[in-house]
């Protein structure tokens, strides 16, 4: 159980346009998903706070207009990289929280989405 | 400001022996741990965790060590395995706020030699 899958795995994209990544919790509820970006030998950066049927919290430094985050459904979270540039190129990954039950601290993780900007 | 830092960016260590990856915090608010074990090109994956009213969680080869008054904890490993090769991330969290979003250190990149 507690299985996150995130699409694309990879994405390829020529600057200036926009790319869509998805997060899906496949097996259980998520009123809660976060937006994580890792480059290379370094740390998970969290980006923002995905709430189900609300805006997203965004950490201090990210552009809400350059990464739009759609949290339409319980299991469903976007994140959309507006008008990216090279300087976007990064591992993102996003992470969910089991809404049922006890609250808790646990996130389950995807796979991630590797973009590389031209 | 890195709140959650582990110094030791990699960490070798015969098979069959401990591996001992150490975390330290500097934001004394936080109130629960964790230890995430994370491969090339993976998202992270959950190891063990522990809350700051205890000192010890054990969950098989996995013990987390959390000393409150040094703002340490460490992740032991008993027996080491290849398989066990990866990087780990401590992560710590504030209780008080509703999302309890996780801070990650840098990683520990271990490795277990046959």
């Known amino acids: 159980g507690a299985v996150v899958s995130q699409h694309p795995s990879w994405v390829i994209c020529k600057s200036g346009t926009s790319v869509k990544i998805e997060c899906r919790s496949l097996d259980f509820q998520a009123t809660t998903m976060f937006w994580y970006r890792q480059f290379p030998k370094q740390s998970l950066m969290l980006m923002a706070t995905s709430n189900e049927g609300s805006k997203a919290t965004y950490e201090q430094g990210v552009e809400k207009d350059k990464f739009l985050i759609n949290h339409a459904s319980l299991t469903l979270s976007t994140l959309t990289v507006t008008s990216a540039h090279p300087e976007d190129s990064s591992f993102y990954i996003c992470?969910?929280?089991?809404?049922?039950?006890?609250?808790?601290?646990?996130?389950?993780f995807g796979p991630g989405t590797r973009l590389t900007v031209t | 400001d890195q709140q959650v830092k582990q110094n030791s960016p990699s960490l070798s260590v015969q098979e069959g022996r401990i591996s001992i990856l150490n975390c330290d915090y500097t934001?004394?608010?936080?109130?629960?741990f964790l230890w995430y074990k994370k491969y090339p090109a993976e998202g992270p994956t959950f190891l063990i965790s522990?809350?700051?009213?205890?000192d010890k969680n054990e969950d098989g080869r996995f013990t987390v060590f959390l000393n409150k008054s040094a703002k340490h904890l460490s992740l032991h490993i008993v027996p080491s395995q290849p398989g066990d090769s990866a990087v780990y991330f401590c992560?710590?969290?504030?209780?008080?706020?509703?999302?309890?979003?996780?801070?990650f250190g840098s990683g520990t990149r271990l490795q277990v030699q046959p």
């Open positions: 934001n004394s608010m936080f109130d629960y």
């Open positions: 522990i809350s700051s009213i205890k």
């Open positions: 992470s969910a929280r089991d809404s049922r039950g006890v609250p808790t601290y646990e996130q389950y």
């Open positions: 992560a710590a969290s504030v209780s008080d706020t509703g999302r309890r979003a996780l801070t």
